[in-house]
């Protein structure tokens, strides 16, 4: 669950992890010009972006309140036994539609853990209580083992082997962050709040990367540079549905919330510059 921010008393912009995915698989089908490499192998990869966080669903159907805010728990604060749960169970489903989409779906748990493989200063095992670390220490071999595993089983595929070089397996990790954290940038932060931002590491190729930038322009319009997608000006858009906290006191039920509540749009525009 993802829980925009709003101005003062405003309600919240409440998204399930599907939808934040579903506007990081936009970015991944719009990426790609003279300058920057388009996802390959593309179905492959397409599917694991746009299912990477596909273990948050059953934890979305029915989430949990934090008291602190009194409405669901937004992502990185979700409870410890649920948000380890959540990394185990995406690579565990994205595995199911092919090894490939396993290991991506796996490095990308394991990377949020710590720092995104060096390209984050955000380290969320950091954040995991003592009394709680075992829980994430778990999770995490257990990724380890599992992109050991697929590897070698990759590496009987001649096709597959291609993939899982280093230069190759690294642009397509790389790739899912860019989409993944820019997507974030638009999920979390409420229009109004939206600053200059930069996003390090956005490979141009396998050997070469670039520091995309991101400036409001207002309107719901953004200059991008180097600009890394195929069509310009894109418009991409994406959903969620309007909450409002719980009174003190109160118990919600925020899945039967989430179904009553109308499903809303937020778009933006983005053009080179």
Known sequence: MMIQTAPEGAPRFAMLMDEHTALAAQFARAFGNDRFEPVAPKDIVLYIIENHDK????????????????????LVDTPPEDITR????????NEKRH???????????????????????????????????HLADRMLEGELQRQERLK??????????????????????????FFDTFALYFNRTHEGARTEASFPAVPMTAQEDATVTIRPLGNGTYAVAPFPFAAHPARFEFQGRYLTPAAPGETKDWGAELQRAPVRTQAFTLIPG
């Open 99 to 133: 090894p490939y989409c396993g290991l991506l779906s796996s490095m990308h748990s394991w990377g949020l853990y710590n720092g995104r493989y060096g390209l984050s200063d955000k380290v969320l095992i950091d954040s995991i209580p003592p009394e709680q670390r």
């Open 152 to 177: 070698t089983e990759l590496d009987r595929d001649p096709e597959a082997r291609a993939w899982i070089e280093p230069g190759h397996l690294f642009q397509n990790y790389k790739q899912l962050q």
């Open 86 to 93: 959540t990394s185990a169970a995406s690579p565990a489903f």
């Open 55 to 74: 273990g948050w669903a059953g934890y979305d159907a029915a989430p949990g309140t934090d008291p602190k805010t009194r409405l669901p728990y937004n």
